[in-house]
């Protein structure tokens, strides 16, 4: 099953239409022509819980190219250093060019009906500590979920110097320079929006965080597809955040046994 709806107010950059496309069991094929947003929710073994699985795609009859900053061995700022090795690409929309999955958007659910106190040990288990890494002159990954108490490695691989400075509202803002192949550690609360982190030596470098005070979250992948596990039985708003678009928002039925998609009202603002 899908629903069709038009996304409208996105940025004039964007010569298509951006679109969430949320598979249920059977995983669906990209529409192109039109933006499409359904979803899906799977049973977990009668606990209470469900499964939302989906795709971002690229809406459009092509997708657009990666677009390279600076070729290999051509930065205009410590050459030595950034794009030595490799080319520096522009990486705000990362398109696979197969698929048509659009990779780097936060998904999210926004004050979740319920808890899971096991996805929140999972979580702490697994990555005691988030880690940025300043590499090639970028930040990788180029957008950080952290979960609020994940204390935040801000790390640079690179043999030159770096700054570090996070723009946030709820959090305090900090600029702080970091030596070559240095670290720092910091810990964020939890803040309704992306952070943008940035190095004003080199200012082509720009990422994103995000702090949750839930584990219900996920960073669409090279594909576009995210799956976002142990999510509360009931009626959950889901929320989707691109750089180059914005927020795309939505309500889902979430049922720990319904294995057909329901119907969500999405729209750009």
Known sequence: MKFVTRLSSLT?????????????????????PAAVVATGVTGQDGAG?????GRLVWGGDKAPEQKVKF??????????????????????????????????AFVYLVKPTG???????????AHPKAEIDQK????QPHILPVYVDQPVIFKSSDPTNHNVRLAAITNESFNQMLPANGQMERKLVFEARPLAVSCDIHPWMKGYLMVFNHPFYAVTGED???EIKGVPAGTQNLNLWQ???????????????RSRPERPSMSVR
């Open 12 to 32: 004039a950059a964007l010569a298509a239409t951006i679109a969430v496309l949320c598979v249920g069991n059977r995983p669906t094929a990209a529409s192109p």
């Open 49 to 53: 819980y469900g499964t939302i699985k």
């Open 71 to 104: 070729p290999k061995g051509k930065a205009d700022k410590d050459p030595a250093v950034c794009a030595k090795n490799a080319p520096i690409l522009v990486d705000d929309l990362v398109v696979d060019p197969k698929t048509k999955g659009v990779q780097n």
């Open 115 to 125: 808890q899971n106190a096991g996805a929140v040990k999972a979580i702490m288990e």
């Open 136 to 139: 090639n002159c970028t930040f």
């Open 224 to 226: 576009g597809s995210f």
């Open 243 to 257: 750089e180059k678009v914005g927020y795309v928002t939505g309500t889902i039925a979430a049922h720990p046994f």
